[in-house]
């Protein structure tokens, strides 16, 4: 049975919030297992509802993803849960017109997949494991084959992001396997996820295999329609970053996220914080110090706009990595101005 409970979403919960675990052995339910079961849905006798009612929750996902493109995740997850328990929970069990039922379902698994991502950005991935399984089964409920792969795709970016490359590769391959009718742009969106989880795996020729092919589905949806979410050329080439990367490329992961232009995360302030921080730890390492300072400084600029767990680690990792350079007058500055803004983040 599909169900949203108070113990999974309500925010004030202790449990909830403590939740930190990323599990390699988890059951991801395959499509066929979850297509099309809408008798799993628990029907109430209480309330009915609409197309209306549909429009708002997809109203709300995209309203309360711009918060989190803005502040993060741990400013924006908790009005998700909020609207998960108190309004979204009774439609899933009111009565409704089947088309309208499919479609609540299809809006309440992406609504799930987004606060998944946002608990992801808040550190809390045994909870945020817990959002993308349950966007899966109402994904298949409601027949989304476009949810439920970027679901499985979302799940893979955490677990190549915490070093688990044998299930990031699983998941990744799962999601593509999932969407054998993609468009060019979905594509390259799935094919550039399993090159990375590839080249963690330390397997080069898969990995440039696929970032290949995403680089040809990019080409050929460039003349179609419009993007898929924010996934466009400069993702891509932040996929290419990652991947090169991974291999041991650091030089050549730097040209690729300086390819991967601004425009991207002009209105993006979390990922721009997040972006900037790694860029300037890869020139860093590549013994460019001054570029590693602007990009941080980049990086500061939004920084104190942003309630997120991902971003708290990249400014901590700044604040050791910096250390050794205090001298240069550059890194001195840079230390400095970050001091009333890291410490009160680096205990979150």
Known sequence: MIELGRQDMDPSRRGVLGAALFSAAMTIPAWQEVVGRLEAVRLGRTA?????????????????????????????????AAFLVNTVAPHLRAEGPAEVRRAMLSATSDLLYL?????????????????????????????????YCTTLRGMSVQAVDLGQGAKALELADAAAAASPQAGPRMLAFLTGQQAHAAAQQGDRAV??????????????????????GSYDPAALNYHIAQVRYELGDV???????????KAQYSHYRRGSVRFHAILAERQLRIGHLEEAVDSWNTALDGYPFVHS???????????????????????????ERSRPLVPSREAV
């Open 251 to 261: 030089a050549g992961s730097v040209d690729a996220m300086k390819a991967s232009t």
């Open 48 to 80: 009915s509802i609409g197309m209306a009612d549909v429009e708002a929750v997809r109203a709300m996902t995209e309203k309360v993803s711009e918060l989190d493109d803005q502040f993060g995740g741990r400013y924006a997850r908790p009005m998700a």
């Open 115 to 147: 606060t998944g991502y946002m608990a992801v950005d808040e550190g809390l991935h045994g909870l945020a494991q817990r959002y993308y399984l349950k966007a899966l089964e109402l994904a298949g409920a409601a027949e989304d084959h476009l949810t």
């Open 309 to 335: 767990g991902r971003a708290d680690q990249r400014m901590a990792a700044m604040r050791s990595l910096i250390l050794p350079h205090l001298k240069n007058p550059g890194v001195a500055e840079l230390y």
């Open 207 to 228: 990995a440039l295999r696929r970032i290949r092919e995403a680089e040809a589905a990019m080409e050929r949806a460039e003349s179609r329609s419009k993007a898929f």
